[in-house]
Nanobody, 124 residues
């Protein structure tokens, strides 16, 4: 059972920035694609960003392109989501997740292991 732990959430004003981190086991970071998803109250969990096992292929949902950046440091077993120009509609619980394959996916059902989530609130 892989364990993922998110950190870095919080309250930020519109236009501000936050950096989310996710840590996991060496096995995850040596082999698997990973992603960030988010879930707002009353809504389905939705795709935010994904990155392949080596870190050279990324994909984003349209609403965050140009504002969010996903990256990974396999040597430090860390996945990061840098979020800039935050908007109130970015408010949600953010989850990191891992596949059991090295290729990216935007489908949440392709991800096997999930963290517990970290709350991001964008409000003035």
């Amino acid at each position: 059972q892989e364990q993922l732990v998110e950190s870095g959430g919080g309250l930020v004003q519109p236009g501000g920035s936050l950096r989310l981190s996710c840590s996991g086991s060496i096995h995850v970071f040596d082999n698997y694609a990973m992603g960030w998803f988010r879930q707002a109250p009353g809504k389905e969990r939705e795709f935010v960003a994904t990155i392949n096992w080596s870190g050279d292929i990324r994909d984003y949902t349209e609403s965050v392109k140009g504002r969010f950046t996903i990256s990974r440091d396999n040597a430090k077993n860390t996945l990061t989501l840098q979020m800039n120009s935050l908007k109130p509609e970015d408010t949600a619980v953010y989850y990191c997740a891992t596949r059991v394959y090295g290729t990216i996916s935007s489908n949440r059902f392709d991800y096997r292991y999930w963290g517990q989530g970290t709350q991001v609130t964008v409000s003035s």
